[in-house]
Every structure is written in C-alpha cells, then in structure tokens.
C-alpha cells in the first residue's frame, strides 16, 4: 500500500493551487468551492513554495481581525512542506502526518509535484482495500463450502 495507489485510487488528480500573491479571501474561497482542506502556493517553476490551510486561515483571521484580509499566501503558508514520494507507505504518510499535526500531504517525486493526499484519502483507501479482503475471504469459503 503507497501513497502511488493512493493517488491513482482519488476520484480527482486534480491539484488545487494558488499564487504566492494570492489573499487570504482568495484562499478561503477556494478552500469554501472546492471543499479542501488546504491549497498549495507553486513557485514560478511550478514547485511548491509552500501551504496553506483552514487552520492557517481562521488563526489568521483570529489573530489579526479584519487586518488578515490583507495578508497573502506567501505570507500565511508553511513554507518548509513536509513531502511524500509515490513509493512512500499509506503507513508512513500516516505517520508523518501524525508527527506533524496536519492533515494534508504534498507528493514529489523527482522534484516534480504529482498531487496532493490528505488523511481523508488515505482512511478511505485502508477502508477499500479491508473491504477487498472481506469479500476476498468471503469468496473463497463460499468455493470451499
């Protein structure tokens, strides 16, 4: 089980991103339409510069009132991104999202961005792949019966 599987399993490939110079309004929208957890922040070569999330997003506005509706992604993200290849386990990923207190998890393979998991997906693939299991077994009692 990879975080590889995982990506090919997602409904979507698609990855959510912003500019550096986006607002936090614009991040919030798109967080809201798209319903997501967090967004990326791409650099000029399209690598990521950084993240930002919900949580980012409501201690902002928390911290700063009405202030923080100026404040722009590249001033709100995490700049040092945790990242996960496609060879990386679902348990790992777990892990490491445990460790960190976030939910959501950038994948790079060859310095080139392939996607994005968050803890959701990664449930969501273990609860699959047990089900698999079930009617595995299931199937084979049923030919040994």
Do not use: C, W
């Not at 919900?54 to 993200?77: F, G, H, I, N, P």
């Amino acid at each position: 089980m990879t975080v590889g599987a995982v990506l090919k399993s997602k409904e979507t490939s698609t990855i959510v991103a912003v500019e550096p110079s986006a607002t936090i309004l614009e991040i919030a929208e798109v967080i809201s339409s798209r319903r997501i957890g967090a967004v990326l922040v791409l650099d000029a070569a399209g690598g990521v510069a950084g993240i930002v999330s919900e949580r980012d997003v409501v201690k902002a506005l928390a911290a700063q009132k009405e202030k923080a509706l100026t404040l722009r992604a590249d001033s709100l993200m995490t700049r040092n991104v945790t990242t996960a290849t496609s060879a990386t386990t679902v348990v790992q990923a777990m892990n490491i999202m445990d460790a960190g207190y976030f939910r959501h998890l950038p994948v790079v393979n060859n310095g080139k961005l392939e996607g994005i998991i968050s803890i959701r997906d990664l449930v969501r693939y273990r609860i699959q792949l047990h089900e698999q299991d079930l009617e595995n077994m299931k199937a084979y009692i049923a030919r040994m019966v």
